[in-house]
């Protein structure tokens, strides 16, 4: 499991947004997007910040490190 | 299948032509003698099986879109192919220096060739399945 934590579903849900829109907005899948929010796939840098810039937010408003996690 | 994304539905239509094609072939043929037909049959049969799933496939999928997971996805597959591919030769190898070296194949030419054609696309299909099936492993396991 990758020791990134994010807060997406919280901020999709803040904004109304579905896991559909934002995938159309940063360019990937909906099975993804699903795969990002529940922490078990770290997306490339340029994902992440597409993701950030669509909330408006910072990168680490969005995405925490942890450390490794088991 | 709604919830598949269109990669994972194309390697599901995949793994569908490889089974239905080559199971009947390995089964068919494990005991019989083979013959270069039969392997080029195969082939053109899994490239028609695959071309009219893949068809269906893409016509019935709304969003038909390869991320970086997806590439990610396919070669974690390939690698895994890739592996397969070479243990099995090393193996193959491996049996080809004991048969050889206790006499147990008869000096034959057209019978060593048939003999080394099933074994290496054996090889092949098994390396193709392994690929297709970690695909599919890794998207189930959402990575």
């Known amino acids: 499991m990758p020791g990134l934590r994010n807060t997406i579903r919280e901020l999709r849900a803040e904004r109304g947004m579905t896991q559909q829109e934002l995938a159309d907005a940063i360019g990937v899948t909906r099975q993804t997007v699903i795969a990002i929010e529940l922490d078990k796939y770290s997306p490339s840098l340029e994902t992440a910040f597409k993701i950030a810039r669509v909330f408006g937010v910072a990168l680490e408003q969005v995405f925490q490190y942890e450390g490794r996690r088991k | ?143």
């Open chain 2, 1 to 143: 299948m709604g919830s598949l994304s269109y990669q994972e539905r194309s390697l599901w239509g995949s793994l569908v032509a490889e089974l239905v094609v080559y199971l009947p072939y390995f089964v068919l043929n494990l005991h019989r003698a083979n013959s270069i037909n039969k392997v080029a049959g195969t082939i053109f049969s899994i490239i028609v099986l695959q071309i009219i799933l893949q068809s269906i496939i893409a016509a019935v999928t709304r969003h038909r879109m390869k991320d970086e997971r997806d590439r990610l996805i396919q070669l974690r597959g390939y690698r895994a192919g890739y592996l397969t591919l070479a243990s099995l030769m090393v193996l193959g190898l491996g049996m080809l220096w004991f048969h050889s070296s206790r006499g147990d194949f008869p000096i034959h030419a057209g019978f060593v060739g048939l003999h080394f054609l099933n074994v290496f696309f054996g090889m092949l299909v098994i390396s193709d399945i392994v690929k297709t099936v970690t695909q599919i492993v890794a998207y189930r396991r959402a990575l």
